[in-house]
């Protein structure tokens, strides 16, 4: 099937703690897969009450949608911007909302609300959620459907981080504790490569705002249709330029995630342009503030979660009928601009699209002896997808503190899903940070090939002098 790669994606890391080591699943019970499960591992059957419709997945979209080229819709973004949302297939009576929550209203959906949002709600009397009839269009490649049967009998995870035992596809379709959900989130296939524009902001309470510009260049590992051969125990290199505000611009940071057993985690670089050399980066996981957001968001926090698991405790939850950001094109429009997106409080709500899915529930619990500013959180993760798509953030006092939202669209020309945005809310200063825009820049290069040797430390120096 496809081996493109999706234009949107940061990084993600692990670190290694020995526990326990769970079985992988029976093979009568992997055998479901593709059967009375979806290739993925979700219900492929709707709710009772018909609000969450069966699973369609690829029937959804055209061909014509299945096989965009980049420099097609990079032509669509320039010329015919009215015509690029067309991929995301909701004519007729699914383009319609069913209906509105506001403020008056949300207690009667507080059953279907994260707290996140019901929080945005209290303090917001303007905020709201237009909800459409959901659809469930998520798919990936036949190769990685494949795998993920494969690795369904085979993955293991000991403790929370030393995985092994699985290939290209999701580890543990089958899920039998909160950490191998996770482990789905991260190793979700996104495409083999990309170069992606990533536009972030920081928002003050009274809505001012200050945006960084980035590039990113990262090349998967672990989930990449094209490599002929894929380095063992290696996630993916991620390779970032500062282009934007002066103070900043020219750094380089360069990114090797590594997982698996006798493995040491995340090596990172950082080339400083005033300097003029390379040097190792300081702890770049966990919650140490990411580059570029005032302290709004943590590096753990990047694509939803990175990372190790080691300083909590993963609860299984279960599944839950909620209302997620999802197929949120609208919000993604070229003719949007940020200043459109961007106000005090909160996103402009007219653009997002909210459905009801069934997500997976996963708490996060902070370890005795170890250190974290949250001290627990709570994920929603998306059946179809394995895509984290809201978080809830708690302080050491217990209080609500921040609330990650990432609106996931689908890119059937790669095929994937993708968060674009996300926005991390933090619900005690008002502040919010946004990441993952890219409505002002042009399509992200998901046809892209990047050899190793792009993202060597020893090629940042050379790298850095171009820019």
């Known amino acids: 099937?496809?081996?493109?790669?999706?234009?949107?994606?940061?990084?993600?890391?692990?670190?290694?703690?020995?526990?326990?080591?769970?079985?992988?699943?029976?093979?009568?019970?992997?055998?479901?897969?593709?059967?009375?499960?979806t290739p993925m591992g979700s219900n492929p059957a709707g709710n009772e009450a018909g609000t969450i419709p069966a699973w369609e997945g690829e029937s959804v979209w055209t061909e014509t949608q299945k096989n965009y080229t980049r420099a097609e819709l990079e032509r669509l973004r320039q010329e015919e911007p009215d015509k690029l949302n067309?991929?995301?297939?909701?004519?007729?009576?699914?383009?319609?909302?069913?209906?509105?929550?506001?403020?008056?209203?949300?207690?009667?959906?507080?059953?279907?609300?994260?707290?996140?949002?019901?929080?945005?709600?209290?303090?917001?009397?303007?905020?709201?959620?237009?909800?459409?009839?959901?659809?469930?269009?998520?798919?990936?490649?036949?190769?990685?459907?494949?795998?993920?049967?494969?690795?369904?009998?085979?993955?293991?995870?000991?403790?929370?981080?030393?995985?092994?035992?699985?290939?290209?596809?999701?580890?543990?379709?089958?899920?039998?504790?909160?950490?191998?959900?996770?482990?789905?989130?991260?190793?979700?296939?996104r495409g083999s490569a990309v170069k992606r524009y990533n536009n972030q902001a920081i928002v003050d309470a009274d809505g001012d705002y200050q945006i960084t510009k980035l590039i990113e260049d990262v090349r998967f590992e672990y989930a990449n249709l094209n490599a002929e051969d894929r380095e063992d125990h290696v996630m993916a290199y991620y390779l970032q330029r500062t282009l934007s505000p002066a103070r900043v611009a020219g750094q380089i940071t360069l990114v090797h995630e590594i997982f698996g057993k006798g493995t040491s985690g995340r090596n990172a670089w950082i080339y400083n342009p005033g300097l003029g050399r390379v040097n190792r980066a300081p702890e770049v996981g966990y919650d140490n503030p990411s580059l570029g957001s005032d302290g709004l968001q943590f590096n753990d926090q990047i694509n939803m979660f990175n990372g190790s698991l080691s300083r909590y405790t993963w609860k299984l939850v279960g599944k839950k009928e909620i209302f997620v950001p999802h197929n949120s094109y609208k919000l993604n429009d070229a003719r949007v601009k940020y200043a459109d997106i961007i106000q005090a409080g909160h996103i402009n709500q007219d653009l997002p699209r909210y459905e009801l899915h069934r997500v997976w529930v996963v708490e996060a619990t902070l370890r005795d002896g170890y250190r974290h500013q949250f001290a627990k959180r709570r994920f929603y993760i998306n059946e179809d997808s394995w895509g984290i798509t809201m978080v809830d953030c708690y302080d050491s006092r217990g209080e609500l503190w921040k609330f990650q939202e990432g609106h996931l669209v689908a890119a059937p020309f790669i095929p994937t899903t993708t968060t674009i945005p996300e926005v991390i809310y933090d619900l005690q200063s008002g502040r919010y940070f946004l990441t993952a825009m890219a409505n002002e820049d042009q399509i992200n290069d998901f046809e892209i090939q990047y050899d190793r040797s792009h993202f060597q430390p020893s090629s940042l120096k050379r790298m850095g002098s171009r820019y």
């Open 1 to 37: 099937m496809h081996a493109r790669t999706t234009g949107w994606l940061a990084i993600l890391a692990i670190a290694a703690l020995p526990l326990t080591a769970p079985a992988a699943v029976p093979p009568e019970k992997a055998a479901k897969l593709g059967d009375e499960l």
């Open 86 to 189: 067309m991929v995301q297939g909701n004519a007729g009576d699914a383009a319609k909302p069913r209906f509105t929550i506001t403020s008056d209203n949300y207690r009667q959906y507080a059953d279907k609300l994260s707290e996140g949002h019901k929080a945005l709600f209290r303090l917001y009397p303007d905020y709201k959620m237009v909800v459409y009839p959901s659809m469930r269009g998520t798919f990936f490649p036949d190769e990685v459907n494949a795998a993920t049967k494969r690795n369904a009998t085979r993955a293991t995870l000991e403790g929370t981080d030393d995985l092994s035992g699985a290939k290209l596809g999701f580890p543990f379709p089958i899920p039998n504790n909160g950490a191998e959900v996770i482990w789905n989130h991260k190793l979700r296939f």
